[in-house]
T-cell receptor, first 116, second 110 residues
Framework: GAVVSQHPSRVICKSGTSVKIECRSL??????MFWYRQFPKQSLMLMAT?????????EQGVEKDKFLINHASLTLSTLTVTSAHPEDSSFYIC????????????FGPGTRLTVT | DAKTTQPPSMDCAEGRAANLPCNHS???????VYWYRQIHSQGPQYIIH???NNETNEMASLIITEDRKSSTLILPHATLRDTAVYYC???????????FGTGTSLTVIP
């Protein structure tokens, strides 16, 4: 199957700083990528839809000025958590959508963010 | 926004078949049933999907009822590595976003 990577796999940052998470589709082009957040013992919650070359679409309740998404190429989307606070500590997962044949989503391995 | 309901947890003996049910009574005619699983602290892994016919691949079988209001994922010979949270999702096969429900936590017991 298609491969999606995330970098970094885990990051610890201080409160008030910003953190950038990268999501790459390694062997296919993805015009659409999705960002999810998952708190402990909970399900994945969709944060936003990232479209190459256009502004991201955010789910209700997700602050677009706090979670900046950039999808500058067909293989890379970035999520920047600005002015991070301890409550932003979570597991952030991206997925990339293939469009060759059937539409299938492939998920990255996730990024564990801890804000101290 | 999840349109599926699943039991929160299930146990299965190693080597036996694991049958995971999912209810999706409000599924639309153009929506597929997708199954993913998530092993602890990893990204979800695609298992299988189908529209109305039963499907089988190297990982599992998907049985969809005739009225399409429910489905069952079957892992024919469960192993310890199949312990994970299994998510059933309904979605049109047009690249729309997925909304995850609470899933079923499957524990395979030695």
């Amino acid at each position: 199957g298609a491969v999606v990577s995330q970098h970094p796999s885990r990051v610890i940052c201080k409160s008030g700083t910003s953190v950038k998470i990268e999501c790459r589709s390694l062997d296919f082009q993805a015009t659409t990528m999705f960002w999810y957040r998952q708190f402990p013992k909970q399900s994945l919650m969709l944060m936003a839809t990232s479209n190459e070359g256009s502004k991201a679409t955010y789910e209700q309740g997700v602050e677009k000025d706090k979670f900046l998404i950039n999808h500058a190429s067909l293989t890379l989307s970035t999520l920047t958590v600005t002015s991070a606070h301890p409550e932003d500590s979570s597991f952030y997962i991206c997925s990339a959508l293939t469009t060759s044949g059937a539409y299938e989503q492939y998920f990255g391995p996730g990024t564990r963010l801890t804000v101290t | 926004d999840a349109k599926t309901t699943q039991p929160p947890s299930m146990d299965c003996a190693e080597g036996r078949a694991a049958n995971l049910p999912c209810n999706h009574s409000t599924i639309s005619g153009n929506e597929y049933v997708y199954w993913y699983r998530q092993i602890h602290s990893q990204g979800p892994q695609y298992i299988i999907h189908g529209l109305k016919n039963n499907e089988t691949n190297e990982m599992a079988s998907l049985i969809i009822t005739e009225d399409r209001k429910s489905s069952t994922l079957i892992l024919p010979h469960a192993t310890l590595r199949d312990t994970a949270v299994y998510y059933c999702i309904v979605n049109t096969n047009t690249g729309n976003q997925f909304y995850f429900g609470t899933g079923t936590s499957l524990t395979v017991i030695p």
